[in-house]
């Protein structure tokens, strides 16, 4: 979704699942390269409150994480990216794993 905001209106930013976010962390976490010697993870804290921190953010960093490469990361709060000549673009609800 592009374009201009109204004021006061309501965005719907996250259209998945549970399940597609933890099936996306797997997807994710089996992209590995052969000798890859750690990997640092960044992942969005608003995904720990949709997947609920007991139970599917424990999930989700055991998809991401699923052998003994060493890892570390953080969770923040969205994404900015690129910068066009008018606006920085922002997401929210990512993974970011280099």
Known sequence: MRGAVR?????TLLTGSPQTLLQAAGDLGRLSAPTVSGRLVFDCVSRVLFLSEDSGFSAERQ?????????AGALTLGVASGRSARRTERSDRDITMS
Request: proline share 21%.
């Open 63 to 71: 998809r991401l994480v699923p052998d003994e490469v060493p890892t």
């Open 7 to 11: 004021p006061y209106a309501t965005l």
